[in-house]
């Protein structure tokens, strides 16, 4: 019998971290148990314990993950646009991770107590920020606009903005984010020269 790859194992733990943040999404993390994580990833709890050494790791590990897409989808999010479709682009990014879910897997896992998942939520949190500021920063620049109030503050609003859409999905989804999202850039607009 061979070995499994380096790329067998790693199909196996993306399918392991896909399927606890659907099952986060679904139950909350703290209701989530390996069990369920195997069944929605078609993997026996031994292969979790195989790639995860227990829960608490499994979830610091799923933080960094959703962090990198994340992170990676956002600062793109305004590549290539026009300063006329700037809006337009960045809501299409929030569009997407709202309906992906994992910001809302992130948010419920930011409540998980133990060190490794902590320390993966205050890494993911300051890198949020940083991406945040780079996105506004973008932004402004496309527009040609200069903010009377540092970059970062602004993005640090931001933030904490596209967390409360992310809760408002869950407890409303039938409200129109896009209305939210065109009222908060009018007032950060507003703050420019």
Same mark, same amino acid.
């Given at each position: 019998?061979?070995?499994?790859?380096?790329?067998?194992?790693?199909?196996?733990?993306?399918?392991?971290?896909?399927?606890?943040?659907?099952?986060?999404?679904?139950?909350?993390?703290?209701?989530?148990?390996?069990?369920?994580?195997?069944?929605?990833?078609?993997?026996?709890?031994?292969?979790?314990?195989?790639?995860?050494?227990?829960?608490?790791?499994?979830?610091?590990?799923?933080?960094?993950?959703?962090?990198?897409?994340?992170?990676?989808?956002?600062?793109?999010?305004?590549?290539?646009?026009?300063?006329?479709?700037?809006?337009?682009?960045?809501?299409?990014?929030?569009?997407?991770?709202?309906?992906?879910?994992?910001?809302?897997?992130?948010?419920?896992?930011?409540?998980?107590?133990?060190?490794?998942?902590?320390?993966?939520?205050?890494?993911?949190?300051? $890198?949020?920020?940083?991406?945040?500021?780079?996105?506004?920063?973008?932004?402004?620049?496309?527009?040609?606009?200069?903010?009377?109030?540092?970059?970062?503050?602004?993005?640090?609003?931001?933030?904490?903005?596209?967390?409360?859409? $992310?809760?408002?999905?869950?407890?409303?989804?039938?409200?129109?984010?896009?209305?939210?999202?065109?009222?908060?850039?009018?007032?950060?607009?507003?703050?420019?020269?």
């Amino acid at each position: 019998m061979s070995e499994p790859t380096t790329s067998t194992r790693g199909a196996a733990a993306g399918r392991i971290l896909e399927a606890t943040s659907a099952c986060i999404v679904h139950k909350g993390a703290a209701d989530v148990s390996l069990q369920d994580v195997a069944e929605a990833a078609g993997v026996s709890k031994a292969l979790i314990h195989y790639h995860f050494h227990d829960k608490g790791e499994l979830l610091a590990r799923l933080v960094e993950w959703l962090r990198v897409g994340l992170i990676a989808r956002q600062t793109n999010a305004l590549n290539g646009v026009s300063a006329s479709a700037a809006l337009d682009a960045l809501w299409q990014w929030l569009s997407d991770e709202l309906e992906r879910g994992d910001l809302r897997a992130l948010l419920d896992l930011s409540l998980v107590q133990g060190d490794a998942v902590e320390a993966a939520v205050r890494t993911t949190a300051a $890198a949020r920020r940083d991406a945040a500021a780079t996105v506004t920063t973008q932004l402004f620049d496309a527009l040609g606009l200069r903010p009377r109030v540092p970059a970062s503050l602004i993005a640090d609003v931001f933030v904490a903005f596209v967390d409360g859409l $992310a809760l408002d999905t869950v407890v409303d989804p039938s409200r129109n984010a896009r209305i939210s999202f065109d009222v908060f850039w009018l007032a950060m607009l507003g703050l420019t020269d």
